[in-house]
């Protein structure tokens, strides 16, 4: 990526002021940590009012401004940018070169000081200082607004998607205190199992929130020990096998062998846990899931497919993002937080792997995920595999 800076140089010497120009002209500062490479588009101004009037009508990025100007001073400049509260890196250059002048020049919000004579690599050198500066400074400001639209996105999901439970549960208790239903306890007790339905998923929202925000931060507590992902897929089996049975969905397990792993249990019961109750979740009445798990040198695989309803292939690329649901008529009473893939997403990475989908509408879909045997990422190193986009 390659940005242009404007630079402004405000000195009264026109051979100073040509010098700056011919010394930065075709320049340019690579920045590799920021992926960025700087150029530099030079302005001239003689005096500290031409200078104001300059910035007035474009602030440059960078102003090299000489101490001592004809009319208002570059301390008067100074002085003026920081009232307008202008957002403008200032470097002093100057003839009367002392820790004292560089002191006042500092106060008064200069980033560097800039003694003549200067050579053109010491100019070179304080604008490749300043430039990358700058692009810290920037990238930091937009991460901090990017941090605040992902609060506000964040807010108004949950409200969004806490709203209606709260608003169905709250309508039910009503009812039930003013005993409007009638005398019948069966259609109380209707609305009881309603209401434990709605606060059931409110709770499966809110769990899926925390293991989402500390898998991201690095905070999650990770215990890494040998296991075998066949045992997790049982358990997460049994943990579905009485919704399976009340629908007749049957649930089988191709784990020929033991699928050996160093990783979490916990983060692997969340991904098995997510995709089995998913396939059962979305399958018909009678239908079928094959969870099949294969280890080798190299990666652990576990594909769960399902004979349910399927999704579109642009709705399959949207699966893994964060609080996406697929909502039609056969989704519609389908209670979920939208976030149970994103994290087995963001838990794979953990592992060095992926997840991918393979659907077909109407006919059913099938997870794939690959868990990579070599060390997962702890730590820092965690937090960032997790918080990669996808």
Avoid: W
């Avoid at 242009?4 to 002209?25: Q, W």
């Avoid at 003839?95 to 004579?117: C, I, Q």
């Amino acid at each position: 990526m390659t940005d242009t800076m404007r630079v402004l140089v405000a000195d009264d010497e026109p051979g100073m002021r040509s010098g700056v120009v011919r010394a930065l002209r075709g320049f340019s500062v690579a920045l590799p940590d920021v992926g960025a490479d700087v150029r530099f588009e030079v302005r001239e101004a003689g005096t500290g009012e031409q200078a104001m009037e300059q910035i007035a009508a474009a602030a440059p990025d960078i102003l090299l401004l000489d101490y001592k100007l004809p009319g208002i001073s570059g301390l008067d400049v100074l002085d003026r940018l920081a009232a307008a509260k202008a957002d403008v890196l200032v470097i002093m250059i100057t003839a009367y070169a002392s820790l004292e002048t560089a002191v006042s020049a500092v106060k008064r919000g200069a980033y560097d000081f800039l003694a003549k004579p200067f050579t053109p690599d010491e100019l070179k050198s304080t604008i490749r200082k300043a430039a990358g500066h700058l692009v810290l400074v920037q990238q930091a400001r937009r991460l901090a607004q990017e941090k605040r639209q992902v609060r506000f996105q964040l807010i108004s999901v949950l409200a969004h998607e806490l709203k209606a439970p709260l608003a169905a549960v709250e309508g039910y208790l009503r009812i039930m205190k003013d005993h409007a239903a009638g005398d019948d306890p069966a259609v109380y007790d209707r609305m009881i199992d309603r209401s434990l339905l709605r606060t059931e998923g409110m709770r499966k929202l809110i769990i899926d929130l925390l293991d989402m925000t500390r898998i991201e931060s690095g905070q999650k507590p990770r215990e890494l020990a040998a296991l075998d992902v066949c045992e997790v897929a049982r358990a997460a089996i049994e943990t579905v096998t009485p919704e399976a049975l009340l629908r007749k969905i049957a649930v089988n397990l191709d784990a020929p062998a033991p699928a050996l792993l160093t990783a979490d249990r916990g983060e692997i019961e969340i991904v098995l846990n997510n995709l089995v109750s998913n396939a059962v979740k979305y399958n018909r009445d009678g239908g079928r899931v094959d969870v099949t798990v294969r280890g080798g040198p190299e990666a652990v695989t576990i594909a769960v497919a399902d004979t349910g309803i399927g999704v579109t292939a642009e709705d399959a690329g949207r699966l893994f993002q964060e609080f996406v649901r697929i909502k039609n008529e056969k989704t519609r009473n389908i209670l979920g937080s939208g976030l149970g893939l994103s994290i087995v997403k963001k838990l794979a990475a953990l592992y060095g792997g992926d997840v991918t989908l393979r659907s077909d509408l109407g006919v059913g879909s099938t997870f794939t995920v690959v868990l990579k045997t070599a060390a997962p990422a702890t730590g820092q190193g965690a937090a960032a595999a997790a918080a990669a986009p996808p």
